[in-house]
């Protein structure tokens, strides 16, 4: 049996890569620059670009199950192409934005919502991974931290519950390699709530150099996240950003089991996925 992993440069496709080859699965990749996507020797790599689901035509050739990452456009005619070439089961990376109250007026949420529903509509078994905020996000306060030791994070008491993305690979894995998750939507996350601050703190922690915090509220951290996600030119993304930030202030992120339930181990600590990365966060 053949699994085909789209987005397998990403961080969670490279896990979901090494597990199946861990287990010794026949893996198939893709990537819009196959030449430069650096996957590990033993994997299939095709080019595949889901914007053009044509290119997808041989990378599906003989392919039973497919990891999915996101993409909107182009979805309906890739998942035809995918279900004519003999494809069986979909495990979607999807998002626990999907969940929100307010999904309407969310437009990650939103996004999300239409590829869950182009995978439903397609027929195929599926499986549908909503993970809440990945680790990695991190990394994007990976310069600032080494170069000032410094960083500015918008709403830093806000909550989450950071997923550590081989965790999210790992159940992916499980998805496609053993019966009983068709149909099923798992929502994912960290094994722990904690603020931003408390993130920035382990990092400094992990890194032996402490790092100082500055909390931005309002207008300043509407500045900062312009920064941060305004190049993205996705309308409305901001302010629900911004608001998702400001309405957890003072609450516990939601903490689910299923990692543990589905792989049958603890899902990582952020302290630890801070150790792994600290590296990233050292200046050189
Ligand atoms: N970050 C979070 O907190 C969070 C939370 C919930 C859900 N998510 C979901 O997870 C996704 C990020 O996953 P990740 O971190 O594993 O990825 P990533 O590290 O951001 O990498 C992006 C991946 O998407 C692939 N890609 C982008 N456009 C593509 C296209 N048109 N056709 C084919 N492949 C394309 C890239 O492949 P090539 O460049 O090699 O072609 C690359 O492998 C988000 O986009 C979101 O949908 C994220």
Redesign the pocket.
């Known amino acids: 049996m053949t699994v085909l992993v ?8 490279r896990k979901v890569v090494e597990s199946l080859l861990a287990a010794g699965v026949p893996v198939r990749a893709t ?3 196959p030449k430069t ?1 650096g996957l590990p020797a033993g994997v299939d790599v095709h080019a ?4 053009d689901p044509g290119s997808f035509k041989d990378a599906l050739s003989g392919v039973e199950k497919l990891f999915l ?3 909107p456009s182009g979805i309906a005619e890739f998942l035809d192409l995918a279900k004519a070439s003999g494809v069986r089961h979909v495990v979607l ?1 999807s ?2 934005a999907v969940g929100a109250p307010d999904v309407t007026s969310h437009p990650i949420g939103l996004m ?1 919502l239409s590829v869950e529903q182009a995978v439903e509509r397609s027929g195929l078994a599926r499986t549908v991974l909503r ?4 680790a ?2 991190a990394l994007q306060w990976a310069p600032a931290i080494r170069e000032s030791g410094e960083v500015r994070i918008p709403y830093a008491e806000s909550t989450l519950s950071p997923i550590h ?1 081989r965790d999210i690979a790992a159940v992916a894995v499980q998805a496609l390699l053993t019966d009983g998750h068709e149909d099923a939507t798992y929502e994912l996350t960290g094994p722990e709530s904690m603020t931003q601050r408390r993130q920035a703190e382990l990092i400094g922690a992990a890194t032996g150099r402490p790092v100082a915090v500055v909390d931005l509220v309002d207008g300043a951290a509407r500045a900062q996240l312009e920064l941060d996600y305004g190049g993205f030119g996705v309308p409305g993304l901001i302010d629900s950003v911004l608001g998702t930030y400001a309405a957890s202030v003072g609450t516990a992120a939601p903490v689910t089991d299923t990692v543990a339930r589905i792989t049958g181990r603890a899902p990582t600590a952020f302290a630890d996925w801070a150790l792994e990365h600290r590296q990233a966060f050292t200046a050189a």
């Open positions: 789209t987005g397998a440069t990403g961080n969670v496709g990537s819009r620059n996507a595949g670009d889901l914007d990452f996101p993409n990376l998002s626990a999300h993970p809440g905020a990945f990695s996000n993305e």
